[in-house]
């Protein structure tokens, strides 16, 4: 995704590495992100299921974190507008449009739902709770309790690789 590097742009990126939806990554602040364990921790209330959601981070998007914390200078949101708060959807929806994309944001997440199945041996439960999806049987939702952490950060890993296979052996960002 090349072009200038601005906040929705860069806001993009970020849902599409982490497989987020729009609201998620846009509200995402820094208090939610923990670089030395490469995680981003969605509280509940941004989760459509009301549960909060840990997100393992990919080398790319920690290196794509890093550089946006050098630049910006928001203490609280990651993608701020120049007034200090969220992006809009729309913003968001402006960026596909500009790079010529009929394709909708929460597309990505389709996309890399597709991709889990048809490419990977990633098993399906691991590929929806990477999607923050619940279990729709209640009786497995009560057994399964565990989080399989390092099982979505090899998914994540390898959906930013697959993503950007430039820089898969070195982290950094589509420029």
């Known amino acids: 995704m090349g072009g200038e590097d601005t906040v929705g742009r860069e806001a993009l990126r970020f849902l599409i590495l982490t497989a987020a939806r729009s609201s998620e990554a846009r509200g995402a602040r820094w208090d939610e992100i923990d670089f030395d364990r490469a995680i981003w921790t ?46 809009s959807d729309a913003a968001l929806s402006k ?18 739902r597709d991709w889990g199945a048809e490419e990977t041996n990633f098993p399906g439960e691991v590929l929806e709770k990477a999607l923050a999806h619940q279990i729709p049987n209640a009786v497995e939702r009560a057994y399964r309790r565990g989080d ?27 420029q």
Not at 60 to 78: E, K
Not at 164 to 169: C, F, K, R, V
């Open 95 to 112: 960026v596909m449009r500009e790079m010529g994309s009929e394709a909708t944001v929460h597309g990505w997440r389709s996309s890399f």
């Open 42 to 87: 969605v509280p509940a209330e941004r989760i459509k299921m009301a549960k909060e959601h840990i997100v393992p981070l990919s080398p790319i998007a920690l290196a794509l974190l890093r550089r946006v914390s050098a630049t910006r200078s928001n203490v609280d949101f990651i993608f701020p507008t120049y007034t200090g708060k969220p992006l």
């Open 148 to 174: 399989l952490l390092e099982k979505r950060r090899a998914l994540m890993n390898e959906w930013a690789a697959f993503l950007l296979p430039q820089h898969s052996a070195e982290p950094g960002l589509d």
